[in-house]
């Protein structure tokens, strides 16, 4: 059974930091791509980046470029988000997806995310 599992979500002020992990069992891990996800009240779950099997490959929502940053250990079988100059807009539930088909490449297409996690809520304050 595979799971996913974030951590590291809470309450930052604006310009602040903050870095999700997401641990991953049930499944081997460094052969798939992994993606972040956020959803805020009222709003359709969005893309926020995506790194694909070595974390050779990087890729960010436009609002997030230059702020956030994904990364992985395949050792420890954990992707994080590390998240700077965080803005009140950034507030949301931050998922960590895994997208199992595709041969561990990157994409922002939500459809093509097939594991989720529960989510982890971070709120901004201004």
């Known amino acids: 059974q595979v799971q996913l599992v974030e951590s590291g979500g809470g309450l930052v002020q604006a310009g602040g930091s903050q870095r999700l992990s997401c641990a991953v069992s049930?499944?081997?891990?460094?052969?798939?791509?992994m993606g972040w996800f956020r959803q805020a009240p009222g709003k359709e779950r969005e893309f926020v980046s995506s790194?694909?099997?070595?974390?050779?490959?990087?890729i960010y929502a436009d609002s997030v470029k230059g702020r956030f940053t994904i990364s992985r250990d395949n050792d420890k079988n954990t992707v994080y988000l590390q998240m700077d100059s965080l803005k009140p807009e950034d507030t949301g539930v931050y998922y960590c997806?895994?997208?199992?088909?595709?041969?561990?490449?990157?994409?922002?297409?939500?459809?093509?995310?097939?594991?989720w996690g529960q989510g982890t809520q971070v709120t901004v304050s201004s």
């Open positions: 790194i694909n099997w070595s974390g050779g490959r990087k």
């Open positions: 997806a895994m997208k199992s088909l595709g041969y561990g490449v990157v994409s922002d297409d939500i459809r093509l995310y097939d594991y």
């Open positions: 049930g499944r081997t891990f460094n052969n798939v791509a």
